[in-house]
């Protein structure tokens, strides 16, 4: 099967390469008169690639299964042109939505190339993406642990490796009328991508971008070096009742490096990791507009690069690698003067290498071993060293563990045919869509271990003792992922002008098939429907809803109706209103639906039952197998809902040169799956999930912007504010002890923990504790919130920031003849992070752990009226070391997130080499961050691979 799946996907590429091919050489560069275009196409070019009249909602604009005209829009959207993402050097779309769009908060919390994506939320929640009408089912987040194992869980086909070149349009569908037509998978909003379908006019062209650069780690934590590790750690044994464990003459050496080996000193940063790691990518592009067709083409190369250094003899790589080819065929095409056709075709290949044990595990060690811990190597043979206490070494991590290679190779297929029914009903149309989405990754593991050594055991310092044993390389290959999705869709619509008055319908059968490695196949079908009329330009309502269902619910509960309504007045059409000349548009709007999401589990309604250990009857061998009951099942489990408001308005001034949106949203979540609260482990089994949980999230959105130009100066400048406050309604837990203690009315996933009162002084240690702690000058001191003189969990309560979350974004864009600049910042207000851990916490794991520079800041008597951490101590701590406000961070940033400088040519040499453009371009993303939270990145606090800094270069020349 997996082998039939990897030929239907290398036969979708050879046909993308093939119509390619056939079209550039029949079409596009076959038709020199077709090149030239006037002045006035290449400025609106230029202005629509910086960003320029960029701000406003087009015309019309991308909606669900169709398109919808500005002044009839109902739906609340927040709308961003393709061509604002070309700006950005990444290498996942995703990560160039950050600032951009109202409602959408982007969260990266890697760098590691291919696993760099951010969280993507939209109200809250996590939004499905839908790709020219085709929805996906990859937004998982990758976490460290999975990718170290080589799992990768994007569902095998990561449909944001899609490229800016190719994105024609990015819309945010927010409300529940918007997404209605979705049903049980519209809770969660929608991120609708259109790919770019040719030129505008009867004309072809040809594009060719390069561009390289480097990208820099930001935000890295600084280690202690080998001496102020050993003096806190004198300091810490001795808070915890010890004896100082390093000499004076031992400090000295680490100090002063006179005995490496001995007495190392090795920052695993430097050591393990380069300065910067190159990445570069290619595009070449065609598209163009003829009779009957029109075509978009697109190949594009990508090649990132790792951090991680590499030992010059070995026969391979070692280093993150991470290598990407994309192919993009999309053709329309009028057969008759009533039929249309659509083939849109996508291959994918990437290519992965990563250290035997895992980009994760090198990072992960490189924080937790201290610069005094051992040396790279001994000084007998070269070979690596290691100690009882650290048998790791990060360096040989990730230069002597062999490799793993992953291989991913995916494709996608629509194609549509639509027929227009005027012929028997003016406006009618019916439409056919049939869409394949293979895809196949294969892990190659050629992964082993290395010979590391203490040394000296004795005093004879030829004596050494193995810690650390190689092992044979592994050459084991398996396909880790595969996934495949078949969706099917036949729709009638209609659309119509009835003089001032407009009338649009769509009513559609959808069949969504999607099958991962050796589940069973999960389904979404059912019937949805969207109404439309607007009256004489002024006033529209619309209505649309949804019955569908999935089969993995248990029968009678698969199915489900989801409705929709919403109306908007556009003021400005009014008679009365026609004499404020200032405004060019004035619409009020307002939604309100249910919508739902459907999260069936895999079949939970069917009681599973496995085999157990054998029971053996008397004294001799004779036995019988076992079944013991699985997990309870919950038979009346059904899909999640939401109750959806949105008030806003839209507003235009100036000639169209200002705008103005504002949403209001308010949406009440019921039937969210939970285990009840009420559970007790009398029971001897675990609670199902069942819809009981009530949350709500509510906010308002706002974007706004300003574009004109002065003499040749073409300038835009635009924002966008979104805040996002939830509140748990219900949960079903038991009543508790105290109000404070209480989740019901509080933030969803607020930061909870004990509240810290400073620290107890020499002169003062008196006060609530923990039971059997006894404190010390310099622990941390908790409040008592129920008085009781003890701390406990009675004692909890939120410590976060309970305020809305707030985001934003701010762009600049400037036009000067041939030179343009833009700038994005990107920003988060109200945002709380608590701090655990290895990363945090000195001397973890018994002692052994490292410590940074901020841990300096720990309590002593000298310090004791400005340290804001507790003294050190060793091993395990039951007060100093749990979460507490003492670790709560205010993790709010203004970030440079993007910047680009390019400058145009185009006079009479180049349009006699028939060339049309050329553009020299300089890129910059993630260059400045202004923090109140200084120990690390704000976002990638975790302590693993780093965000990246990334300065590139490039050119574009267009044909």
């Given at each position: 099967m997996n082998r039939n799946l990897l030929h239907r996907s290398k036969n979708i590429i050879c046909l993308c390469l093939f119509s390619s091919g056939l079209l550039l050489a029949q079409q596009g560069?076959?038709?020199?008169?077709?090149?030239?275009?006037?002045?006035?196409?290449?400025?609106?070019?230029?202005?629509?690639?910086?960003?320029?009249?960029?701000?406003?909602?087009?015309?019309?604009?991308?909606?669900?299964?169709?398109?919808?005209?500005?002044?009839?829009?109902?739906?609340?959207?927040?709308?961003?042109?393709?061509?604002?993402?070309?700006?950005?050097?990444?290498?996942?779309?995703?990560?160039?939505?950050?600032?951009?769009?109202?409602?959408?908060?982007?969260?990266?919390?890697?760098?590691?190339?291919?696993?760099?994506?951010?969280?993507?939320?939209?109200?809250?929640?996590?939004?499905?993406?839908?790709?020219?009408?085709?929805?996906?089912?990859?937004?998982?987040?990758?976490?460290?642990?999975?990718?170290?194992?080589?799992?990768?869980?994007?569902?095998?086909?990561?449909?944001?490796?899609?490229?800016?070149?190719?994105?024609?349009?990015?819309?945010?569908?927010?409300?529940?009328?918007?997404?209605?037509?979705?049903?049980?998978?519209?809770?969660?909003?929608?991120?609708?991508?259109?790919?770019?379908?040719?030129?505008?006019?009867?004309?072809?062209?040809?594009?060719?971008?390069?561009?390289?650069?480097?990208?820099?780690?930001?935000?890295?934590?600084?280690?202690?070096?080998?001496?102020?590790?050993?003096?806190?750690?004198?300091?810490?044994?001795?808070?915890?009742?010890?004896?100082?464990?390093?000499?004076?003459?031992?400090?000295?050496?680490?100090?002063?490096?006179?005995?490496?080996?001995?007495?190392?000193?090795?920052?695993?940063?430097?050591?393990?990791?380069?300065?910067?790691?190159?990445?570069?990518?290619?595009?070449?592009?065609?598209?163009?507009?003829?009779?009957?067709?029109?075509?978009?083409?697109?190949?594009?190369?990508?090649?990132?690069?790792?951090?991680?250094?590499?030992?010059?003899?070995?026969?391979?790589?070692?280093?993150?690698?991470?290598?990407?080819?994309?192919?993009?065929?999309?053709?329309?095409?009028?057969?008759?003067?009533?039929?249309?056709?659509?083939?849109?075709?996508?291959?994918?290949?990437?290519?992965?290498?990563?250290?035997?044990?895992?980009?994760?595990?090198?990072?992960?060690?490189?924080?937790?071993?201290?610069?005094?811990?051992?040396?790279?190597?001994?000084?007998?043979?070269?070979?690596?060293?290691?100690?009882?206490?650290?048998?790791?070494?990060?360096?040989?991590?990730?230069?002597?563990?062999?490799?793993?290679?992953?291989?991913?190779?995916?494709?996608?297929?629509?194609?549509?045919?639509?027929?227009?029914?005027?012929?028997?009903?003016?406006?009618?149309?019916?439409?056919?869509?049939?869409?394949?989405?293979?895809?196949?990754?294969?892990?190659?593991?050629?992964?082993?271990?290395?010979?590391?050594?203490?040394?000296?055991?004795?005093?004879?310092?030829?004596?050494?003792?193995?810690?650390?044993?190689?092992?044979?390389?592994?050459?084991?290959?398996?396909?880790?992922?595969?996934?495949?999705?078949?969706?099917?869709?036949?729709?009638?619509?209609?659309?119509?002008?009835?003089?001032?008055?407009?009338?649009?319908?769509?009513?559609?059968?959808?069949?969504?098939?999607?099958?991962?490695?050796?589940?069973?196949?999960?389904?979404?079908?059912?019937?949805?429907?969207?109404?439309?009329?607007s009256f004489n330009n002024r006033f529209n309502v619309e209505a649309a809803g949804a019955y569908n269902g999935n089969n993995r619910f248990a029968p009678g509960n698969q199915y489900g109706f989801y409705p929709s309504v919403g109306a908007s007045w556009n003021i400005h059409n009014e008679d009365f209103f026609k004499s404020i000349n200032f405004l060019s548009e004035l619409k009020v709007r307002a939604t309100y639906g249910k919508v739902g999401n459907a999260n069936p589990g895999y079949y939970t309604y069917l009681q599973a039952y496995s085999g157990g250990s054998a029971y053996f009857f008397g004294t001799g061998a004779t036995s019988s197998s076992s079944f013991f009951q699985g997990d309870l099942v919950n038979p009346n489990r059904v899909a999640e809902k939401a109750n959806k408001l949105d008030l806003g308005f839209d507003l235009a001034y100036s000639q169209n040169r200002g705008w103005l949106n504002f949403d209001y949203y308010n949406n009440k979540q019921y039937d969210l799956l939970q285990i009840r609260g009420g559970n007790t482990a009398v029971l001897g089994q675990v609670y199902p999930l069942e819809n009981i949980g009530k949350n709500k999230y509510y906010g308002f959105e706002i974007n706004t912007g300003w574009s004109d130009k002065i003499g040749k100066l073409l300038y835009s400048v635009s924002g966008n504010l979104s805040t996002v406050s939830s509140k748990i309604i219900y949960n079903d837990e038991p009543a508790q002890a105290y109000p404070y203690m209480a989740k019901t009315g509080t933030p969803i996933n607020a930061i909870r923990g004990y509240v810290a009162d400073g620290f107890f002084t020499a002169g003062n240690l008196t006060g609530a504790t923990m039971s059997g702690f006894t404190p010390s000058a310099g622990d941390v001191r908790y409040k008592d919130l129920n008085g009781d003189g003890i701390i406990n969990q009675y004692d909890q309560t939120v410590i976060g920031n309970n305020k809305p979350l707030v985001f934003y974004g701010l762009g600049l864009n400037l036009q000067y003849n041939g030179l343009d600049l833009g700038i994005l910042f990107q920003g988060v207000a109200n945002r709380d992070i608590m701090l655990s851990g290895n990363y945090e916490y000195p001397f973890t794991n018994n002692g052994l752990g490292q410590a940074f520079d901020y841990n300096l800041n720990r309590y002593t008597p000298a310090t004791a009226a400005t340290a804001t951490l507790p003294r050190v101590t060793l091993g395990t701590d039951i007060n100093n070391y749990v979460p507490s406000s003492l670790f709560v961070r205010n993790a709010s940033y203004v970030r440079l997130k993007n910047f680009e400088l390019g400058f145009s040519f185009s006079n009479r040499l180049l349009s006699a080499a028939k060339i049309k453009r050329v553009r020299l371009f300089v890129r910059g993303e993630n260059l400045l961050t202004w923090s109140k939270y200084k120990e690390s990145d704000p976002e990638d606090y975790t302590g693993l691979y780093p965000i990246q800094r990334v300065i590139n270069g490039g050119l574009s020349v267009k044909l």
């Open positions: 560069l076959a038709q020199g008169k077709l090149r030239d275009t006037t002045q006035k196409a290449t400025d609106d070019s230029i202005k629509r690639a910086t960003g320029i009249a960029a701000g406003l909602i087009p015309q019309n604009i991308p909606i669900l299964f169709g398109q919808q005209d500005r002044s009839r829009l109902v739906q609340s959207v927040s709308y961003l042109n393709g061509k604002r993402l070309e700006s950005a050097p990444v290498s996942l779309l995703s990560n160039s939505f950050g600032g951009q769009l109202a409602g959408l908060y982007a969260q990266q919390s890697n760098g590691a190339p291919r696993f760099d994506n951010p969280t993507l939320s939209l109200r809250g929640r996590n939004p499905l993406v839908v790709i020219d009408g085709v929805p996906m089912y990859n937004l998982v987040s990758l976490t460290a642990s999975n990718v170290t194992s080589g799992i990768t869980n994007q569902s095998l086909f990561d449909v944001l490796s899609i490229n800016p070149e190719q994105v024609e349009s990015v819309v945010l569908l927010k409300d529940a009328l918007s997404t209605a037509m979705l049903g049980n998978q519209a809770m969660d909003g929608v991120l609708l991508i259109t790919t770019r379908k040719g030129l505008p006019e009867k004309t072809s062209g040809v594009t060719f971008t390069a561009q390289a650069g480097v990208q820099t780690p930001i935000g890295m934590r600084k280690p202690l070096s080998a001496f102020d590790y050993a003096s806190l750690y004198n300091e810490a044994a001795i808070n915890s009742g010890g004896a100082a464990v390093f000499s004076p003459a031992q400090l000295d050496a680490y100090r002063n490096g006179t005995d490496p080996n001995l007495y190392p000193n090795v920052n695993w940063q430097d050591a393990v990791l380069k300065k910067n790691a190159p990445m570069q990518r290619y595009n070449l592009s065609a598209g163009g507009t003829f009779t009957n067709m029109k075509y978009f083409l697109s190949l594009d190369y990508l090649a990132q690069g790792g951090l991680l250094k590499e030992d010059p003899n070995t026969a391979y790589g070692t280093n993150v690698d991470y290598k990407r080819y994309v192919l993009r065929s999309n053709i329309d095409i009028n057969l008759d003067k009533h039929l249309s056709a659509s083939f849109n075709l996508l291959g994918n290949i990437q290519d992965y290498y990563q250290p035997g044990v895992g980009y994760a595990s090198v990072f992960s060690s490189i924080l937790n071993t201290p610069a005094n811990a051992t040396p790279i190597y001994t000084p007998v043979g070269g070979t690596y060293a290691g100690t009882r206490q650290y048998p790791t070494n990060p360096y040989a991590q990730a230069v002597s563990t062999g490799y793993l290679k992953n291989n991913l190779q995916a494709a996608s297929a629509n194609i549509s045919i639509k027929r227009m029914m005027d012929d028997v009903v003016k406006g009618l149309y019916v439409k056919a869509l049939l869409s394949y989405t293979p895809s196949y990754e294969q892990q190659i593991d050629r992964s082993k271990n290395y010979n590391a050594y203490y040394y000296p055991v004795t005093a004879d310092t030829t004596q050494h003792i193995k810690v650390n044993t190689i092992s044979d390389q592994s050459n084991v290959a398996s396909v880790i992922e595969r996934f495949q999705q078949t969706y099917t869709e036949l729709s009638m619509g209609y659309d119509h002008a009835f003089g001032n008055d407009k009338l649009s319908a769509l009513l559609m059968g959808r069949y969504d098939n999607t099958q991962g490695d050796n589940t069973l196949n999960q389904v979404y079908k059912g019937f949805s429907g969207r109404v439309n009329y």
